[in-house]
């Protein structure tokens, strides 16, 4: 049983909850000496347990498809619904119990979070942005955010908070999937708008994530105080534009960098170019190094980042340096305390949600055995067959 951070386990380890949250946790001995008798028992013998894994960016509204804007465009809102809530069981299903959604169409994922939370329908925790700010015919226009002005601003911040966001998503820069939209490295608001947005979100007790490709909308965004920044790739007009001195200060404001590694982050090498790809990978770590904080997530829903392969994702922390141990840490504990729910989940501790994984193996050296999904349990609820338990 994993039992924190660092690679800390128990040999023989046990969890015990009742309802949604953990009653106790530790060596199995104790453990069922508390549970005393009569209550079900799940054994998995050569299985590791550990806390459910937190996918921390993905869009339940698009379909990872050739062209998920197109299919996002001629779905009514009852089809949409209906097919996010199939990705959402997919993602569990791959022991994702906590998943940040940035960036849906008229509140459909904080109704589909709503519907998760009081056990309508199976799904991992959401963490729901609403619609995300964009300026007109910017990034991501076609889910309804688009603003301009400090006034339509502030009122779109608001909405979202009105319709129950639990954060503020703005496109701080443009982006891959948007047809006629802004280049990637392009700034779509002023560093005033953006220090507007994050002044109104905390107004209202809300965390903001921008999407910022481009140097200039990274730059503007730290300069404004987000809390994360979502790809992070400094990217110029005519190729990468890194700032040292704004790594360092992403590093010194604990704002947390999501790369938003999708599933098929390999095919992606191949097609952007391996000698480019590996420079932006390297650069990841180097930042890692250099005290910033990193966040797991697979940008599900754009071209080939599907809802049931995180562990491809995680294989890209893999990849850039990260051992196995530290990877466990940064998809469970490390995304828990990023995200601001560090208190609830992400750890097998008594009063935590009930939020478990169990895997064949041990991942703490195989991230592979992460794909060998033997029972996942969301908020106390178990969602998974169990072949083979005991």
């Not at 909405?159 to 820069?173: E, F, Q």
């Amino acid at each position: 049983m994993v039992t924190g951070p660092g690679g800390r386990v128990l040999a023989d380890g046990a969890v015990l909850y009742d309802g949604g949250l953990i009653a106790a946790a530790g060596p199995r001995t104790d453990v069922e000496a508390q549970a005393g008798p009569g209550v079900p028992r799940l054994v998995f013998p050569g299985g590791t347990l550990l806390p459910g894994l937190i996918d921390s960016h993905v869009h339940l509204v698009l379909d990872a498809g050739p062209d998920p804007v197109a299919g996002l465009q001629a779905a009514s809102d009852a089809e949409l619904y209906a097919a996010m809530a199939d990705r959402a069981g997919r993602l569990l299903a791959t022991g994702v119990t906590t998943a940040r959604d940035l960036g849906d169409r008229g509140g459909l994922a904080v109704r589909l979070r709503d519907e998760i939370a009081a056990g309508r329908v199976p799904g991992p925790r959401l963490l729901s942005a609403g619609t995300p700010l964009t300026v007109p015919g910017g990034h991501c226009w076609f889910m309804g955010g688009e603003v301009e002005g400090a006034d339509a601003i502030r009122e779109a911040v608001r909405r979202n908070a009105a319709a129950g966001a639990d954060l503020i998503k703005v496109m701080a820069t443009g982006g891959g999937i948007t047809k006629g939209g802004p280049p990637v490295w392009q700034a779509q608001f002023t560093p005033a708008e953006l220090a507007l947005i994050v002044a109104e979100a905390r107004s209202l007790g809300l965390p903001v994530a921008a999407h910022a490709h481009g140097t200039e909308g990274i730059v503007a965004a730290v300069a404004a105080g987000v809390d994360s920044i979502e790809h992070c790739t400094w990217m110029g007009r005519s190729g990468f534009d890194v700032r040292e001195d704004v790594v360092d200060a992403i590093a010194a404001r604990g704002i947390a960098v999501c790369p938003a590694a999708s599933p098929d982050w390999r095919g992606f090498a191949e097609r952007f170019g391996r000698e480019r790809a590996e420079e932006m990978f390297g650069r990841l770590r180097w930042m890692a190094e250099r005290g910033v904080r990193l966040l797991p997530g697979t940008d599900a829903g754009v071209p080939r980042a599907v809802f049931d392969a995180f562990v491809s994702s995680l294989e890209f922390f893999e990849h850039i340096g990260l051992d196995p141990a530290e990877i466990v840490d940064l998809a469970t504990t490390g995304a828990a305390r990023a995200l601001g729910i560090g208190g609830d989940t992400g750890r097998l501790a008594a009063g935590f949600r009930a939020d478990l994984l169990v895997v064949d193996g041990d991942p703490l050296t195989d991230l592979a055995a992460l794909r060998s999904v033997r029972l996942v349990v969301a908020g106390g609820r178990p969602v998974s067959p169990l072949p083979g338990a005991s």
